[in-house]
Every structure is written in C-alpha cells, then in structure tokens.
C-alpha cells in the first residue's frame, strides 16, 4: 500500500485546512486509517483514526471538537479536516494505514505510512 498525503500549507490561527491522503495497493475498505503528527522536536502523536467502515472514528483529546476524520471508500481517500487551527497545530501530518478494520491508537499497529505534508499555523 502506497500513501500519498497532501493538503499541506501555511495558515493563520483560527482558519481551517483539509487534508487528504490517497492510497493505492491493497484493499483500502478494509483498513482503519489514521492521523498521526510530529510537531518540531517532539515526537510523533496521534490525531485522529477512523474505522474500515467509517463507523468509529476516535480522536486525542487535543484535537476533538476541532478535527474530522473521514473516508471515501470508492476513492481509496482519507481526509483530515481542521478547524480552529492554532500554532499548536504546527507539525508535520502523516496519514497511516493498518491492515484490520478496528481502529486503534498505537503507532506500532500501522503497517503503512505516507511521506507527511507539513502544515504551519502562525499567529
């Protein structure tokens, strides 16, 4: 499974950005699909993941009631939308892929991941 994430760019507080990751290989209806970021000098974080079927979607709490996580099954596209975005938002975004319909947290349960697309908040 390839992942190509994009969407990227530099924004101000309080606007909103979509990104999106496409997949190609494999089956991607079958696969949770997630979020992560890394922002400069910290380690990389989960965001946001979302179920195979698209039913559960779970988020860190960082980023609930701002983010949204969706899926477009016939398109083999994850999206990430962003509202509210603040400089703590500043980071590079990954998109990952797990081969299991369950979505789950850990990094270490990803078996695919795209190249990250950075997304800068200023203030």
């Known amino acids: 499974v390839q992942l190509q994430a994009s969407g990227g760019g530099l924004v101000q507080t309080g606007d909103s950005l979509r990104l999106s990751c496409a997949a190609s290989?494999?089956?991607?209806?079958?696969?949770?699909v997630g979020w992560f970021h890394q922002a400069p000098g910290k380690e990389r974080e989960f965001v946001a993941v979302?179920?195979?079927?698209?039913?559960?979607?779970i988020y860190a709490d960082s980023v609930k009631g701002r983010f949204t996580i969706s899926r477009d099954n016939a398109k083999n596209t994850m999206y990430l939308q962003m509202d509210s975005l603040n400089s703590e938002d500043t980071a590079v975004y990954y998109c990952?892929?797990?081969?299991?319909?369950?979505?789950?947290?850990?990094?270490?349960?990803?078996?695919?991941w795209g190249q990250g697309t950075l997304v800068t908040v200023s203030s």
């Open positions: 979302i179920s195979s079927s698209g039913a559960r979607t």
């Open positions: 990952a892929v797990r081969r299991s319909s369950l979505p789950l947290l850990a990094q270490s349960s990803y078996d695919y």
């Open positions: 290989g494999g089956t991607f209806s079958t696969y949770a």
